[in-house]
């Protein structure tokens, strides 16, 4: 853009100019603009084409905001501009007033003379605009919008209307708010929460990022709405989707009212129960397990159906169909996805096996499966440490009855990419190696060229060196190893495709009509709705039989009772009634369902004068799965007409890294949040496979490669006196280093390994249990594809009901927001390279997240508790100690590859050190009796501190001292033992994991 001057001066303080903007020349009359800006500006009048430039000595002036979608402009004499001292700061739109209030032109110096008369009026008349709407704030608050409807427009522009009545707001909470308990003045609104609580006219949907404060703007607003606009609290009603959301605002209202009665707050369920008479037995599941009748209830019409044996072996062909298809391949076809598309997908969608685990392709599946089918035991991604690094073969298969060696299985699944292909070569020459121990198998997706049959035949061959048995179970014998979990998965699946279409407002004629206009990707998908639909009415008969109801049935009877004119309700001893409502509150409306919409709907046609203010964050949309649709947030304008969108952007929880991650992650999707802190804080990835545990985390920790990485990072902060939470996509952990078990278990085991003053700051929750909460230190504990996003491999099943998998990547997202933004300090992000989730690619476009430094975060070990012996020494030199060593349970650790040192090491507890430590073993004894030289027996505590460094001399374990050699005794190792360690550690038990 050209250099601007006096014409444009003006320009860009708050707007810019674009073709097709009106320009209204004083002489000249109306014109459209034919450029934007370019250092001229050409403007098509009736008269013809204009070109004007700084010569002109003219300004142009921003006239009003908006004129058909476009900006009106005024070009205005330079001369006149400056005599009346008009700046960028100034009134334009007054301005622009008092040029309409000119009747006749006449001549310039006339035109001029009318102008700045009109300029000084209008003037004169916005002061007691002003002073008015100051008195009118103070007396009539909810009168103000219509008084500048009425009256202030032309002097006023709509943002200084909301300046002074936000300043207004601000004014009266500092001055009528109570102070807290320890004597703190109230919080006061910054500007965007202020203007939310003073927007008291139309409908407002407000957009309140994480951490913005907008439970407190939703209690602020009903509070001044009572208090100083005097609405009764009769006539307020605020809707939660939870109990714990409720319960939190009526706190806070009460905290806020002073002992004055409280607005009617309840969840929507709760309203729907207030205002059904005699509303049945209500069938739940609460999130803390003590209710789980609907489960149950669900549970019995399929235990019922199951009696059936012509249903139950539908069910299994559909299940064990389901475990064995190629989900790829039916996606791929059925979507016509693009390569890039098909990768995305195939890097999360999760693969299901028979045996329940998640594996990494379908070739993956086709092998765990066939190990199943032959009843040969086999572990998936099991850990191996190789040269300090954590390896996970992709089946370990241990050596068991007539076998001859266990087995090592690699599916290398993407060849042909030439960093891959390295890896794979390494790995062959690694078993290459152990060729004496091991039998290394290594297939390839060519395997499956010839079909899943292929790939078994060549399979079944390979596994004969070892002597595998490999006859294969009847699918008789593999269904009832299964049945139990399979039912249950079953079961869950099934009661969420129901409770989406009870959520939908989707009655089984409805269903049924759907099905019959479903296109299928597989005969399976087919299988599954026809069942699914015999079940929902089934479910519905049960209901009826036993004369109860569900949540979503309770709502649709309340939507029935209002839309026939129903309106008073009755709950907890208090009254109300639905036509007496001026201002309803909507929280959290980014979870608006069906049922929601249709409930708020029905409320408004039995009262249409009510006002609905709705909070809620797009980016925090993660209840898909409970009917929720982001549809009615995005379609609010629409639904809710008139109505204005705010905004309250200020992240007042996080630090500013965690706040710039968030944005980074959710760029391109809305406005972005803004920290309200400018302390940095942490935001930081934690890479799985640069960790390199310490000798005695490898021994204690040698199932669990993710455990003492938590440890680390968490008795860090613990010891910090900071609270930290770890999130998890699933219920179930699943360790990248094979195992995996609930949360509430694994907690029980970290905490066991902690200081008991340290256990109550450390809790666990699934991501989506975490939102709304908040904690000085997240650990996010499986930011790794395949689970975010998490691509079930179920998904497909309620393909009919809208489900894609464009739509669950979205939400993923939004869910790996809410576990970034829950911290207010420090965020540690643990992925793997090779595995990372491809948001953390996404957040590295814009900001780069460092890695963690583990010299920072010891091992969480007591220092005393622990000792670790370490043999190393030239291979000629010490392999005639390997078998001893190997019997006295020593471990080899390579760590050449990491730049350290080959080793035999073991631990023992500090009360294993005794005085004949070492000494009385016989790989010492060995050593003695050979004489042998050169080999180095390092001593070190938990934490890896040198404590004492010996070496065999001619059969002889000594220590350098001064310069000479004595001999190693343990009065000498009990002194260096008692040293204290620089760093603070804490106490860790053995392997659980």
């Not at 927007?199 to 404060?213: N, Q």
């Not at 307020?236 to 707050?265: C, I, Q, T, W, Y």
């Not at 004369?547 to 309106?567: H, K, N, W, Y």
């Not at 004894?925 to 070190?940: D, F, N």
């Amino acid at each position: 853009m050209s250099q601007e001057g006096s014409l444009y001066q003006f320009v860009t303080q708050r707007r810019t100019l674009n073709a097709g903007d009106s320009v209204n020349h004083p002489f000249l009359g109306m014109g459209e603009a034919l450029t934007g800006w370019d250092g001229y500006l050409k403007v098509k009048f009736a008269s013809g084409e204009q070109v004007f430039t700084d010569a002109d000595e003219l300004c142009l002036i921003p006239a009003t905001e908006e004129l058909g979608g476009r900006t009106s402009w005024l070009l205005v004499d330079l001369e006149l501009v400056n005599s009346i001292g008009l700046t960028p700061e100034s009134q334009f739109h007054l301005f622009a007033e008092s040029v309409r209030r000119i009747q006749n032109r006449g001549s310039k110096d006339e035109y001029y003379r009318q102008l700045l008369a009109a300029w000084e009026e209008i003037k004169r008349e916005r002061e007691t605009i002003l002073s008015e709407l100051d008195e009118l704030l103070r007396s009539d608050f909810i009168a103000a919008d219509r008084f500048y409807a009425e009256r202030a427009s032309r002097h006023l522009t709509k943002v200084e209307l909301a300046q002074k009545k936000s300043e207004f707001v601000r004014t009266w909470i500092s001055k009528s708010f109570p102070r807290g308990a320890n004597g703190k003045p109230p919080k006061i609104p910054d500007e965007e929460q202020a203007l939310a609580i003073a927007s008291v006219s139309d409908h407002v949907l407000v957009a309140a990022r994480a951490g913005s404060g907008k439970t407190e703007t939703v209690a602020n607003r009903a509070v001044f709405l009572q208090k100083h606009c005097g609405i009764s609290p009769s006539e307020m009603l605020l809707l939660a989707f939870n109990r714990d959301a409720a319960a939190e605002m009526a706190e806070r209202l009460e905290s806020k009212l002073d002992g004055l009665p409280l607005p009617h707050v309840m969840t929507f369920h709760a309203l729907a129960y207030a205002l059904v008479p005699g509303a049945k037995d209500i069938l739940v599941n609460l999130s803390n397990g003590a209710d789980q009748s609907l489960n149950q209830e669900f549970q019995r019409v399929l235990m019922d159906a199951l009696a059936d044996r012509e249903f139950e072996a539908r069910v299994r062909r559909l299940m064990l169909a389901h475990f064995r298809n190629d989900w790829e391949r039916v996606v791929r076809g059925g979507y016509n996805l693009d390569p890039e598309e098909m990768l995305q997908y195939r890097r999360n969608l999760a693969s299901e096996t028979l045996r329940g685990e998640y594996v990494k392709s379908f070739g993956e599946k086709v092998i765990a499966n066939f190990l199943f089918e032959h009843d040969i035991p086999y572990r998936y991604e099991q850990s191996h440490w190789w040269s300090g690094f954590n390896y996970r073969p992709d089946f370990t298969v241990p050596k068991s009855g007539s076998m001859t060696k266990p087995i090592v299985i690699e599916y290398f699944g993407l060849v042909g990419d030439p960093e891959y292909d390295e890896a794979c070569e390494l790995k062959r020459n690694y078993w290459a190696g152990k060729a004496n121990e091991w039998l290394f198998i290594e297939l390839t997706p060519e395997h499956l060229n010839g079909g899943v049959k292929a790939l078994e035949l060549h399979l079944a061959d390979l596994l004969k060196p070892a002597r595998v048995s490999t006859t294969r179970l009847s699918e008789e014998e593999i269904w009832l190893r299964i049945r139990d979990r399979v039912i249950l998965g079953f079961t869950a699946a099934m009661t969420g495709f129901v409770g989406r279409c009870r959520k939908h407002w989707i009655s089984p004629d409805s269903l049924a009509e759907m099905v019959a206009a479903h296109h299928p990707l597989s005969e399976i998908e087919g299988w599954f709705i026809e069942i699914a639909l015999e079940l929902y009415e089934a479910y519905l008969n049960r209901l009826a039989a036993i004369d109860a109801d569900d949540f979503d049935g309770l709502i649709q009877r309340a939507v029935s009772l209002i839309e026939s004119g129903v309106s008073k309700f009755s709950r907890n001893g208090s009254t109300g009634d639905l036509r007496q409502i001026r201002y309803l509150f909507v929280d959290e409306y980014q979870d608006f369902s069906e049922l929601f919409h249709r409930m708020v709907g029905a409320l408004r046609r039995l009262n249409p004068n009510v006002g609905v203010f709705c909070v809620g964050d797009d980016w925090q949309a993660i209840n898909r799965f409970a009917g929720s649709d982001l549809k009615y947030y995005e379609g609010f304008p629409e639904i809710f007409a008139p109505s204005t969108r705010l905004g309250i952007h200020t992240n007042r929880r996080s630090r500013r890294r965690i706040v710039e991650a968030g944005n980074a992650l959710m760029k391109g999707r809305g406005k972005p949040a803004r920290a309200a802190d400018e302390e940095p804080g942490i935001a930081t990835v934690v890479d799985l496979a640069k960790f390199k545990p310490s000798s005695l985390e490898e021994a204690l920790f040698s199932k669990s490669l993710l455990t003492p990485v938590v440890l680390r990072i968490a008795g860090k902060a613990l010891n910090e006196s900071k609270r930290v939470a770890l999130l998890s996509v699933k219920n179930m952990l699943v360790d990248p280093g094979g195992s995996q078990m609930p949360l509430e278990r694994y907690l029980a085991l970290l905490r066991s390994k902690l200081p008991e003053p340290f256990r109550d700051r450390l809790t666990i929750s699934t991501a989506h249990g975490y939102k709304g909460q908040e904690s000085d230190v997240v650990i996010i504990l499986d930011a790794m594809e395949r689970s975010y996003p998490l691509i079930h491999p179920n998904w497909v099943f309620a393909r009919v009901l809208g489900e894609s998998v464009d739509a669950i990547i979205d939400e993923s997202r939004r869910l790996f927001y809410v576990a970034l933004t829950r911290a207010r300090e420090k965020v540690f992000v643990i992925t793997e390279k090779g595995r990372e989730s491809p948001f953390l690619d996404d957040i590295e476009k814009s900001m780069k997240l460092p890695s963690i430094s583990w010299t920072d975060y010891p091992p969480v070990i007591e220092k005393n508790e622990w000792m670790v012996a370490k043999v190393s020494g030239p291979y000629e030199v010490i392999k005639t100690l390997i078998p001893t060593l190997k019997a006295d349970n020593y471990r080899y650790r390579d760590l050449s590859r990491a730049g350290g040192q080959r080793s035999w090491d073991r631990s023992y507890r500090i009360g294993e050190v005794t005085e004949d430590f070492l000494l009385d073993t016989p790989w010492v004894k060995e050593a003695a009796e050979s004489e042998l030289s050169g080999v180095v027996v390092s001593l070190h505590d938990g934490t890896d501190r040198c404590l004492m460094e010996c070496e065999f001399k001619e059969g002889r374990l000594v220590v350098a001292s001064d310069g000479a050699y004595r001999d190693f005794d343990f009065d000498s190792l009990r002194v260096v033992m008692l040293r204290p360690a620089t760093s603070e550690v804490t106490g860790m038990e053995g392997d659980e994991l």
